[in-house]
């Protein structure tokens, strides 16, 4: 019998038989993490003291007040609908109505989300209250930001380039973050007309995710949309 390893499937730790031959190096295993007390309240003070960046009242735009705020999609488990309320009640604080923000759905090449994945992913109250579209990669109505040092197009999405501010919500996991730190392949807010063709795939099938550890939620500005980029990408 070969090595056995150990992963997760659904959040449930499994174990599988390695071939014969095959040596072992490591394994690494996800943290146990305790969920916050109140997600909400995590929000709110990270709104309150960004790291790295000032509040949001600092860095709006005026007069262009414009704001979309993208979204992972189904493929990742982040709870951005309780993320985005009190996101939302900031950016009204500050002035922004609720008609000058758009939320984008940043699917990159994965499968279009159902009604049922938005309802999940977003929640009842932020899809009756925004406007939500899905980025699509070969959309006719793209916008060329330029190349880059290898004469690769960038390509963003439309909405997203006429927002005065733009901020993402979601989950990088860590199998991408080792990814991205090998060359291999990183997931990336770019897309242009055909140029996910031939790209390098990850497999983010829902499955394959692992447990949470309960880390404070991420609230950061993204360079663009569209999906997981190549060499050519690297600037």
Same mark, same amino acid.
């Given at each position: ?73 189904? /493929? =990742?488990? @982040? #709870? $951005? ?7 939302? %009640?900031? +950016? ?56 880059? /040092? =290898?004469? @690769? #197009? $960038? ?7 006429? %927002?005065? +501010? ?70």
């Amino acid at each position: 019998m070969g090595t056995q390893g150990k992963g997760f499937f659904k959040g449930q730790a499994v174990t599988f038989d390695l071939p014969m031959g095959w040596k072992l190096l490591a394994m690494a295993e996800p943290r146990e993490g305790k969920p916050p007390a109140s997600l909400e309240a995590m929000v709110v003070a990270a709104l309150k003291n960004p790291v790295g960046m000032p509040p949001l009242a600092k860095i709006l735009p005026r007069p262009n007040k414009r704001v979309v705020i993208l979204s992972d999609d189904q /493929t =990742r488990p @982040t #709870p $951005v609908g309780e993320v985005m309320l009190p996101l939302l %009640a900031e +950016l009204n604080r500050l002035g922004v109505q609720d008609e000058d923000i758009d939320v984008i759905i940043a699917r990159g090449t994965h499968r279009l989300p159902s009604e049922a994945d938005l309802q999940k992913k977003l929640g009842a109250e932020v899809i009756k209250r925004l406007r939500v579209s899905v980025h699509d990669a070969d959309a006719t109505d793209l916008v060329r930001m330029g190349t880059t /040092t =290898r004469g @690769t #197009p $960038v390509w963003i999405n439309k909405i997203f380039a006429e %927002a005065g +501010l733009k901020i993402g919500i979601g989950l990088q996991p860590a199998l991408l973050r080792r990814l991205r730190r090998r060359g291999q392949a990183c997931p990336a807010r770019r897309g242009g007309p055909g140029d996910h063709q031939g790209r390098p795939r990850l497999d983010s099938r829902p499955q394959l995710r692992g447990r949470q550890d309960g880390r404070q939620p991420h609230l950061g500005r993204h360079a663009g949309d569209g999906a997981p980029r190549r060499s050519g990408h690297e600037d």
